[in-house]
Structures are given as structure tokens and as C-alpha cells.
């Protein structure tokens, strides 16, 4: 079992906090889209189809045939005969643990150790330190925030299992699985989905994915890593 960071913003920790996220997406960064495209091209359609793909896990080779540590691949269903592709090591396999990064500050450990819903996690190897968090703090305060990508390991409070992983284009999500993203129903512009307009939630997801990935970012519908979690509580972390 792999421990791997994964960072979330604001918004998706309390989602997470709330069990209202068990997915995330993230973009398939390590092979040519265009390539996935051709593998997953439908017969009759000729438009890509996740369902025709088939995701692997296990030994692999580099260009020169050496083996490599164990890492995605992805063959076609259709035709297997075709070979595979490599995908990279992603975000870890069913059973790996993610922890979360977020924006927090360190403080004295005392602070705020009796202060209703202030959640602190403690230095193992400092006892004068503390973490707390920016999501759910809503006191004044005298220290700086601190980005979550510098976030160490003892800090992070939240820890996911993963439970199911996936590629698919960003555009097939379902309304169901837009929930599990963690959003809320969004009022406002008109989205494309699937040749008509998206339903609030996806909408919603849409919007979130623009607000992180950029303007455009929805449209160009992208090959995504579906990563499905649960949380659960690992000794030693909060």
C-alpha cells in the first residue's frame, strides 16, 4: 500500500469533510490523448468510448525492453491483439491511501486546543507545534497561510483509500458521478454535454473544473483519471 499526496482546494475539503466527494479528476499527463482517442475509436461511431478500454495493472518495460516498476496500462477490448499502452504510475491502484493537502499555518500547539471545531494535528516530532486549517477556521489570527502543495505529511488531516480507478474522456461524467465530485447545483451559463445541454450538476462540475483548469479547459474534453475513495482514519494521522 502506496501513501501518495494529492492536492484539493477549499471547496472539496469541506466537500470531503461533508461526505459529499468519494471521486476526483484528474488529466491523464503522462501519453498523447490523440493515442487513446484511436485506441478507444467506436466501430460503427468512430468517436472515442472509455467502455471499449480496458485498464491493466502490473510489470512493464521501457522503450529498450527493460523492466520498470509496476505501472498503468491500457489495452483495447475490441482488439487485444493490438498490444497495450502505458499509462504511468496515475495516482496510485485500489488500496493505496491519498493524503490531503490543504491550505493551513502552523501555530503553538495550545493556542487553540480547547476552541470548539478548530481541528489541530500535532507534531509527532515537536510537540510545541500544531496544524490548523484554513477551510474550517473562522477565527482572527496573527499567523500566515500556507499553500497546501507545501503541506507535510503529518499535517494532513484527511486520508482516502482508493476504492476504484478509471480513464474516461472529462465529458462522461454522469449526473450521479458529478454528485460524487463533490459540487452543488450551478445556475448560469449553458453547457454543452453529450450533444445537448448538461443537467444542473454536471453543469456545476463544468464550472468547477474551468475555475481550476482554465477557460476552455471544459471544452477540450480531455482524457481524465476517474479516481474513486473513501476516507478512512490511519494510525498515527487525524
Not at 518495460?61 to 491500457?74: C, L, P, Y
Not at 493537502?101 to 489541530?120: L, M
Request: aromatic share 10%; with cysteine; charged share 25%.
Amino acid at each position: 500500500m502506496k501513501q501518495i499526496p494529492i492536492l484539493l482546494n477549499g471547496e472539496m475539503v469541506r466537500a470531503i469533510l461533508d461526505d459529499r466527494k468519494t471521486q476526483t479528476r484528474r488529466v491523464v499527463k503522462s501519453i498523447d490523448h490523440d493515442l487513446l482517442d484511436m485506441m478507444s475509436e467506436d466501430a460503427v461511431t468512430g468517436a472515442p468510448d472509455s467502455e471499449l478500454l480496458e485498464l491493466l495493472y502490473g510489470p512493464s518495460t521501457d522503450d529498450n525492453g527493460k523492466s520498470v516498476a509496476d505501472q498503468w496500462m491500457v489495452r483495447c477490448t475490441e482488439c487485444p491483439e493490438e498490444g497495450v499502452l502505458t499509462l504511468g504510475q496515475g495516482f496510485g491502484r485500489i488500496g493505496d491511501r491519498l493524503w490531503v493537502r490543504e491550505t493551513h499555518a502552523f501555530v503553538p500547539q495550545t493556542a487553540y486546543r480547547c476552541s470548539t471545531g478548530i481541528y489541530q494535528q500535532v507534531n509527532p516530532n515537536d510537540n510545541y507545534e500544531a496544524c490548523v486549517y484554513r477551510q474550517n477556521f473562522d477565527r482572527s489570527r496573527s499567523f500566515p497561510w500556507r499553500p497546501s502543495i507545501h503541506m507535510p505529511r503529518w499535517a494532513s488531516r484527511i486520508t482516502l483509500e482508493i476504492t476504484d480507478v478509471r480513464v474516461e474522456r472529462l465529458q462522461d461524467i454522469s449526473e450521479e458521478d458529478a454528485w460524487q465530485e463533490g459540487v452543488q447545483e450551478w445556475i448560469g451559463k449553458e453547457t454543452p454535454w453529450k450533444g445537448k445541454l448538461a443537467p444542473a450538476t454536471v453543469h456545476g462540475f463544468a464550472s468547477l473544473w474551468e475555475s481550476i483548469a482554465g477557460p476552455g479547459s471544459w471544452d477540450a474534453n480531455p482524457w481524465v483519471w476517474v479516481i474513486e475513495f473513501k476516507r478512512v482514519d490511519s494510525a498515527g494521522y487525524y
